[in-house]
Structure formats: structure tokens, C-alpha cells
Nanobody, 115 residues
């Protein structure tokens, strides 16, 4: 059974940076699509960024130019570098993977942007 484990969340001041990491385990083959979603209190879960094994990326308009998604050298890892953070980026961030037609989710990591 595949699992996704996130790390790297925390409290940061506006304008600061954080780097989220996600490591997948239990997957036999390389995962084609990995990414990040987030959910703020009272709001629906939304796409933040997606990356394929070929390196194609897609970002939410709200994070373009500030966030960068990348795949790690270790198989089935994904990172999210978040710069110029804003209070509206506060949310629980979830790692996502699409594998053999199924969606997998991590448990989430809290990111709070506040002074």
C-alpha cells in the first residue's frame, strides 16, 4: 500500500520562505504525477502545483512566480519551495500522487504565515 509523508511545514512571517518535502513509499514503479494541494479553514481543497515524471509543471495562478515544484533525485520524492509567502497561503498542505489510476494523499502539513 502506497504512502505519502510530508514534512517542512511551520510558522513563518509574511515574505518568508518554507520548503515542503514529500516522500512516497510502497510504490513499485515511478509515480508519473506528483504534486501539492492545500486547504484553508472553511475552503475547499485546491491545487497548488503538479509535476510529471517528465518535468512538466502546472501552478495555481495565485502561486506562480513565488512557488517552485521539483522532483527529487530519490525516486518518488517531490518538493515545494515557497517564497514570498503571504497570509493567504496559510493552509494545510497535502502531498498528492497519481499511480495506476488511483489518487493517493499524504496526511497534510500545516503552513501558517503570520507576523
Amino acid at each position: 500500500q502506497g504512502q505519502l509523508v510530508e514534512s517542512g511545514g511551520g510558522l513563518v512571517q509574511p515574505g518568508g520562505s518554507l520548503r515542503l518535502s514529500c516522500e512516497a513509499s510502497g510504490f513499485i514503479l515511478s509515480i508519473n504525477t506528483m504534486g501539492w494541494y492545500r486547504q484553508a479553514p472553511g475552503k475547499e481543497r485546491e491545487l497548488v502545483a503538479i509535476i510529471t515524471s517528465g518535468g512538466s509543471t502546472r501552478y495555481a495562478d495565485s502561486v506562480k512566480g513565488r512557488f517552485t515544484i521539483s522532483r527529487g533525485n530519490i525516486k518518488n520524492t517531490v518538493y515545494l519551495q515557497m517564497n514570498s509567502l503571504k497570509p493567504e497561503d496559510t493552509a494545510v498542505y497535502y502531498c498528492y500522487a497519481r499511480y495506476n489510476g488511483l489518487d493517493y494523499w499524504g496526511q497534510g502539513t500545516q503552513v501558517t504565515v503570520s507576523s
